[in-house]
């Protein structure tokens, strides 16, 4: 009984009892009753209990009771074992499928999901990832009919009733988990001290030997400090309690008896504890009027344990050694609240030898105080203190945001239910009985600190996951289909608009945000799922109140513990599907016309191609290049270049029949495909059309300007039977309109593949002549008619071929200018006229000007001018004796900058007007034209003699130009 004896011993013989123990219980006094009982002599030790064998294993303990778990993890804890807590199936099962676990002990009564569920839903599980069978043992106090049957039909292994014993658990272990010896300690011998006879019959040997063994794991010398406490302290409290009496003030005597009752019995001294515990409920109750009895027989016990504990003090002074070689030091922070400083001390001294760092507070404020300056990893809290209660002290870290998983230990003496339920609405996450057993102590703080590591940890990673998921949109849900319970996750909420408290609906109230012509596939997608359908993802949209409509991607999953669980997670692909769709637009159109890019044309090509084989029609390719449109860019800027391209786009646009499909391929090219022609005039009459649409006037950088093309065209199946071979034949027709005078269409003839052949060839023969000094100059001779003296030579380029024989430049100079080596060509012939100019004056020729012609784009070169300079002064000619052609279309690229003209002359050389008269210069334009010379056109000069309106035309522009102090070269 937990209560004195109501009865004599002479009664309770006459009633057949023979024993009468007193709660708690001590292993002692259980063995002296034993042994009393059925006669034989008491042992030493509990063999069953101290054998030379050590359980270790990692077991899962799913139960929901707290008092029964702390009991439980208790004693497993003391075992040797490590323990994970669950409380409740559904937990269990998540644990599961983390960690590996040796055995689980599963509550059969709980909540959420009961053990029995729990441990079938673990046995699929292990089925299915086809892992080993892990043991599982019920755990019940339900005595029914046929609940060891219902226990072994879902696959638990063994069964153990509630309430259990440590003897029982132990039993158990040692039938499924794997034993392994312990090394044997060998005997000792006591060493003899002198007076510890006469301690031993009033001290406890188990609880002094507790401490001893605490020095041997330290080489602290924890008994003689433990004991010199007690001997100050206790003498002190008892003339408190004295004067509390006096005064009768019960709260005051009660919490007195509490503090030495704890602190006699940590040095063995129960019958002292016991009294005290005596006295405690008496002044609990307010029943002073008995209270001196008790007080006066409690100092007389107090007197004994002081001489008792004496006997067991050595001499020496208590000093502190290092703790023992090789013990580990950790960093983890244990703060230590007790009003009783002997427990303090020695629970500081078994910390500090297991390698925590410890602190200690004396009261409720104080640990308050240190838990905010030091924030501790755990702490051991007194239940009963003076100033604040353990409780309150508790409950107010608790409150604060760096306490909410701290381990918190309550550690008490008070041994009722309403003290253990207190402790746990406090928050405290566990409570440990006074007096201490240190050794599992240690093991219950390791694994606190464990728990709460893990715990972080969970929380750290969840917080992540919620980020994560936040960042990219993802939300999830989870329907029950047997309850139609569907939960949604907070990302989910918020993607909604749904307030938090209202996460849980109906699947119906879930569809209700889903897209009308969305919702019945969806419906029937999710309730097709448990019954065994494809997990198929799906996208759909949502429409959200107040908010722009969105789409998600779902994906769909079964709960692993219940096939009846539908999970989906949803993420927010509403940004991804703009992206995607911006990025099919800038793939299929061009970004500056609005027309089909070239990737588009051919992808849609193709596809006509096979529509037409299968059909058996025809199809006509229109390939369009603008004439002269490098001269406009570069003379009038890329803006103005962009602009022309969008105007030309708009009127192609406007004259072509619905069926008819438009591209830009690059640069001034576009394509345009006829579908389905059925003579040569369809395809004819729509490249007339854009001849006629294009060269409409367009102003263009205040300039008028008539744009001009030349059109290709090829035919399906005719020209070609795949894309290519179509482009490739377009292509050359293209080609061929310009070789016939520009701004025309040319229908694809054989000849112009050919013709196509050797303009690449071309192309790759002239950018090897400079390097492979093909080119040549021949030089006219320019004659003063007056004096018929030579006034100057024109430097003409030849193109020495190694295999077509000498070219002229009409062949190759437009060929230079289209891929870009017309400025290098330029270069080369500058620079040779120029030395064999000074070559000739070197040889005593007399002085007459070197005349070098230079192409438009050329002439537009920023760099034109230094490189004039570095030629004559690398030559040594003199700058008047260099004369430079330009052609008349100049004027139109340069427009009304004539600086290059000016800088040119400043710097001495002369420069002239090429075949004047057949450009788009007029007389008129000669009076701001800074130049020095004018060149008639050979044609005008050809026909003068027989052609009379040609001889007055040459004649007006001699006198015009000599009026303006022009030269005149004819």
């Known amino acids: 009984s937990s209560s004195d004896p109501l009865f004599d011993e002479k009664t309770l013989q006459q009633s057949g009892i023979v024993c009468y123990l007193q709660k708690p219980v001590r292993q002692k006094q259980l063995l002296k009753c034993l042994s009393n009982t059925v006669g034989d002599k008491p042992r030493q030790k509990d063999t069953d209990l101290t054998n030379n064998t050590n359980l270790k294993g990692k077991i899962l303990l799913a139960e929901d009771n707290k008092v029964n778990q702390e009991v439980a993890a208790s004693m497993l804890i003391a075992i040797g074992c490590e323990v994970d807590l669950a409380e409740d199936g559904k937990e269990a099962i998540r644990l599961f499928l983390q960690t590996s676990y040796d055995l689980i002990l599963m509550d059969c009564h709980m909540p959420v999901m009961d053990g029995f569920l729990a441990s079938e839903q673990i046995r699929k599980l292990e089925r299915l990832q086809q892992r080993d069978p892990t043991p599982i043992v019920a755990l019940t106090a339900d005595v029914q009919k046929g609940i060891r049957t219902r226990c072994t039909t879902v696959g638990m292994n063994d069964y153990l009733s509630k309430p259990f014993k440590q003897q029982q658990l132990l039993t158990l272990l040692r039938r499924w988990l794997p034993v392994t010896e312990a090394p044997v300690e060998e005997p000792q011998t006591p060493v003899p001290a002198v007076g510890r006879q006469e301690s031993q019959g009033v001290l406890d040997q188990s609880m002094l030997q507790q401490l001893r063994d605490l020095e041997k794991a330290t080489g602290r010398d924890i008994l003689n400090k433990v004991a010199r406490q007690f001997m100050t302290q206790a003498p002190a409290d008892m003339q408190k309690m004295w004067q509390a009496l006096k005064k009768e003030q019960s709260e005051e005597l009660r ?550 024989g000498l070219i002229y430049p009409g062949s190759f100079i437009e060929v230079a200018e289209r891929i870009g080596m017309i400025k290098d060509l330029g270069n080369w012939v500058l620079k040779t006229a120029c030395q064999q100019a000074a070559h000739w004056q070197m040889q005593g020729l007399p002085p007459f000007r070197m005349a070098v012609n230079i192409s438009p784009l050329h002439f537009n070169d920023p760099s034109l001018l230094d490189t004039v300079r570095e030629v004559l002064d690398a030559t040594g000619l003199p700058s008047t004796a260099l004369e430079l052609e330009i052609t008349e279309n100049v004027v139109q690229t340069t427009g009304n900058d004539f600086s290059i003209f000016r800088e040119l002359q400043n710097l001495g050389v002369r420069i002239s007007i090429d075949d004047f008269g057949t450009g788009y210069s007029s007389l008129a334009s000669l009076k701001s034209l800074p130049i020095d010379c004018l060149k008639i056109d050979r044609i005008f000069i050809l026909d003068m003699n027989t052609d009379n309106s040609s001889g007055m035309l040459v004649e007006t522009i001699v006198d015009v130009a000599h009026a303006m102090g022009l030269a005149v070269i004819a």
């Open 255 to 804: 919490f007195l008896a509490h503090s030495m009752k704890s602190a006699s019995a940590n040095l063995g001294a129960m019958a002292l504890s016991e009294q005290c515990r005596k006295l405690e409920m008496t002044a609990k109750n307010n029943q002073l009027e008995h209270a001196d009895e008790l007080l006066e027989e409690a100092q007389q016990l107090l007197d004994t344990a002081l001489s008792a504990v004496q006997t067991e003090v050595s001499d020496g002074p208590a000093e502190d050694t290092s703790a023992t070689p090789g013990s580990k030091s950790s960093q983890e922070l244990v703060l230590v609240v007790d009003d009783d400083p002997v427990f303090r001390l020695t629970t500081r001294e078994a910390l500090v030898s297991a390698g925590y760092q410890v602190l200690e507070a004396g009261s409720g404020a104080e640990a308050l105080e240190l838990s905010a300056r030091h924030h501790p990893d755990l702490l051991l809290l007194d239940a009963l203190m003076e100033d604040m209660d353990g409780f309150d002290v508790c409950r107010r870290l608790r409150k604060s945001a760096n306490f909410g998983d701290v381990p918190i230990l309550m550690v008490t003496a008070l041994e009722d239910r309403e003290s253990i339920d207190k402790a746990f609405e406090s928050g405290a996450s566990g409570f440990i009985m006074k007096p201490v057993n240190y050794a599992i102590l240690r093991q219950r703080i390791r694994f606190e600190l464990r728990a709460s590591r893990n715990a972080r940890n969970l929380i750290e990673s969840q917080d992540r996951l919620e980020s994560a998921q936040r960042i990219a949109g993802l939300g999830y849900w989870r329907w029950d289909s047997e309850t139609d319970q569907l939960a949604i996750s907070t990302n989910l909420a918020e993607m909604l608009g749904v307030p938090r408290d209202s996460l849980s609906m109906s699947l119906n109230d879930y569809l209700n945000w889903v897209h009308p012509k969305d919702r019945e596939y969806l419906r029937n997608t999710i309730v097709a799922t448990p019954n065994g359908a494809p997990l198929k993802p799906i996208d759909y949209r949502m429409i959200i109140e107040g908010q722009p409509g969105i789409t998600v991607h779902q994906e769909l999953g079964i709960a692993p513990y219940a096939s009846h669980v539908v999970l989906g997670t949803v993420q927010d692909i509403t940004q991804q599907r703009a992206n995607e769709r911006r990025i099919r637009q800038l793939a299929y159109t061009d970004e500056l016309t609005g027309l089909a890019s070239r990737a588009y044309f051919y992808k849609h090509v193709d596809d006509v191609i096979h529509a037409a084989q299968r059909r058996e029609e025809r199809f006509a390719l229109l390939y369009l290049d603008l004439d002269g449109f490098k001269d406009i860019n570069d003379s009038m800027g890329h803006d103005t270049g962009d602009k022309l391209l969008r105007i030309v786009a708009e009127r192609l646009l406007g004259i072509l029949r619905e069926t008819d499909f438009i591209a830009r391929l690059s640069g001034d090219e576009f394509c345009i495909l006829v579908d389905n022609v059925t003579d040569q005039y369809d395809a004819a009459d729509v490249a007339s059309r854009c001849l006629n649409e294009i060269n409409k006037p367009v102003k263009l950088v205040g300039r008028d300007l008539r744009p001009r093309c030349s059109i290709g065209i090829s035919y399906f199946p005719e020209d070609g039977q795949d894309l290519q071979s179509l482009l490739k034949a377009a292509d050359s027709a293209m080609y061929a309109a310009k070789t016939d005078g520009k701004h025309r269409y040319a229908f694809y003839q054989q000849r112009h593949t050919v013709e196509a052949g050797q303009r690449l060839q071309m192309e790759q023969d002239l950018r090897q002549a400079i390097d492979h000094e093909q080119l040549v100059l021949h030089y006219q001779p320019q004659v003063d008619l007056e004096s018929g003296r030579l006034a100057g030579v024109e430097a003409l380029v030849r193109w020495q071929h190694p295999t077509q």
